[in-house]
């Protein structure tokens, strides 16, 4: 598929600067204008070849910032799509619940009654473990914030201590003198 494009892209870019060159206008290049068509096109090669890699060195600052937009949009589609996923399967959830087959029982909340067979429970047990796995995904990414706040509460927690010896040692200076 990419080297159709890169074919096209070749294709199209040649017959643009043929058609910037042909000076006579009779549709036919000599050996002269062919050298140059040729040199242009080389040129134009180079160009996006380096356009291809300051954008691969990330130098380019309107392509980063395209960059980064579409990194973002990205995960936030992912995580829109895995609370879909996670909806979806509370849904099914709620279809099978037990308790709610059980509802005309006469000592009603209960979840074992003639209407919830095994392959209800089977089925209810399966779309719960699978919400509970989507869940626990959803939640891995609170776990960089938690890792965030825990490293600064133990950064804090070095920092009294060696404020607590500070005030200490400043206290001890105060009362010999």
């Not at 006469?106 to 209800?120: I, K, S």
Request: with cysteine; proline share 3%.
């Amino acid at each position: 598929f990419h080297l159709w494009r890169v074919w096209l892209w070749s294709r199209n870019t040649m017959r643009r600067i043929i058609e910037e060159i042909d000076t006579d206008g009779n549709g036919e290049i000599d050996k002269e204008e062919m050298v140059e068509a040729l040199r242009r096109f080389r040129g134009t090669v180079k160009e996006e070849i380096k356009k291809a890699v300051r954008v691969l060195r990330d130098e380019g600052p309107q392509g980063t910032e395209e960059a980064r937009k579409a990194i973002a949009n990205k995960e936030k589609n992912m995580y829109n799509l895995i609370s879909t996923v996670l909806v979806v399967l509370q849904f099914f959830m709620f279809i099978h619940e037990p308790m709610l087959w059980c509802v005309s029982a006469p000592n009603w909340p209960v979840v074992e009654c003639p209407a919830t067979d095994t392959g209800l429970k089977y089925r209810y047990s399966i779309f719960t473990m699978c919400a509970m796995v989507v869940h626990w995904l959803i939640l891995i990414d609170l776990a960089v914030f938690s890792t965030e706040i825990s490293a600064f509460l133990l950064v804090c927690g070095h920092v009294l201590g060696e404020v607590k010896q500070f005030l200490t040692a400043l206290a001890f200076l105060l009362l010999v003198f």
